[in-house]
């Protein structure tokens, strides 16, 4: 990666940082409703190469988009002057810069191995090796938590997409060997034991190729829904009703949609308890399952591809599966014994090429550290 920046830029960079991606354990589409989620960064990350310029602006160039390169003024940044991945890139200079932080100029050379597109967060992974690298450079003291909320400005109001604090956190936040348990409400994180290896079990990723689809208007009408919902219930946020609390709505597409974020955050609280508790973590499959269905029937967020990935996986013998990120295309988890995982993966490709749909990918996900200086 060096060699390559210097072929860049023609000389070596300051420093390499990294962030990682994540996948949410459990926890979907509980974030913006000012609930609880259970997220653990990846092994995968992004990888950023970058040095301060002295002339304001910002050159970045990806291995992934070689043909399409950012230059901008730092100065004139603003929200949707920039579209594509660069968008991310600029986005966090901007949310810094408006932050009061003197960033200035840096070129970037970016890499990594975060897949793109299947909800697993390479946006914020992006995003955060950026934010990271450009503090760095300039001198800028953040918490980790103060560079994830200037990540998530960046998304909501440069990018436009109107994503909650859950990826930043879990990308800056995570630990080895750990999930990262986050209120979003208070941002208190705790980090909960993972050691799937210790009890012979594995979490399979399932890739259903499935295009994800997350800044157009469906994930932006659920959170709507979601807020008419606290609304009509007079409270706050969903995080603040309680299952017998439902029956107020009379909208029955409103109820569903609260009823998944209700639910949905009694089943982190006791995965958590069961995690915190020592458990075996096959004792929280049942509660992934029931995660899944309550994404398919009530939030409605699901799509064939994510239901056969985890329909195939619980029939082959994973404890837990369901959807992973923000739906309506994506990943699938699944928990499985680790002796069995290569069997889950070959049914879920099995029953994809049956069923004449792209053959998805998978791999392995292990609770891995957080985003860090490399060198």
């Known amino acids: 990666m060096i060699a390559s920046f210097r072929s860049c830029f023609g000389r070596p960079p300051a420093g390499v940082w990294a962030a990682p991606g994540r996948v949410n354990l459990i926890g979907e589409h509980t974030d913006y409703n000012d609930g609880f989620v259970l997220p653990l960064a990846l092994a995968q990350r992004v990888r950023c190469a970058a040095a301060p310029r002295a002339d304001g602006r910002v050159e970045a160039h990806s291995a992934q988009a070689p043909d399409n390169p950012l230059s901008v003024s730092a100065s004139t940044l603003a929200p949707g002057s920039v579209d594509g991945w660069g968008a991310y890139v600029a986005g966090i200079v901007w949310a810094l810069r408006a932050a009061g932080h003197d960033v200035g100029g840096v070129d970037l050379l970016l890499d990594g191995d975060v897949p793109l597109g299947a909800g697993l967060s390479s946006s914020a992974a992006l995003s955060c090796a950026v934010g990271l690298a450009c503090a760095s450079l300039y001198g800028v003291s953040l918490s980790m938590t103060e560079l994830a909320l200037a990540a998530r400005r960046a998304e909501n109001d440069f990018v436009g997409a109107p994503v909650g604090i859950m990826d930043p956190m879990a990308v800056l936040h995570g630990r080895a060997g750990h999930a990262v348990f986050l209120d979003t409400r208070s941002l208190t994180v705790e980090l909960v034991p993972l050691r799937l ?157 049956a069923a004449g749909l792209t053959e998805p990918a998978s791999f392995t996900a292990i609770p891995s550290p957080g985003a860090t200086r490399l060198s």
Not at 199 to 223: F, M, N, Q, S
Not at 263 to 274: F, G, M, P
Not at 290 to 304: G, P, Y
């Open 197 to 353: 290896d210790a009890h012979g079990l594995a979490l399979l990723v399932i890739d259903t190729r499935a295009p994800h689809r997350l800044v157009d208007g469906e994930y932006a009408a659920r959170r709507r829904s979601c807020e008419e919902a606290a609304a009509a219930l007079g409270v706050p946020a969903l995080r603040d009703a309680v299952a017998g609390d439902l029956a107020a709505l009379s909208d029955a597409v409103l109820r569903r949609r609260a009823t998944h974020v209700v639910s949905e955050n009694s089943r982190v609280l006791d995965a958590v308890a069961a995690l915190r508790a020592g458990a075996d973590p096959r004792t929280i499959g049942p509660l992934l399952t029931a995660s899944h269905r309550s994404l398919r029937d009530d939030f409605e967020v699901s799509v064939a591809q994510l239901d056969l990935a985890v329909d195939t996986a619980l029939a082959a013998g994973a404890h837990g599966a369901r959807l992973t990120g923000g739906g309506f295309g994506g990943c699938a988890i699944a928990l499985a014994d680790a002796a069995a995982v290569a069997a889950v993966a070959a049914a879920v490709r099995s029953a994809f090429v």
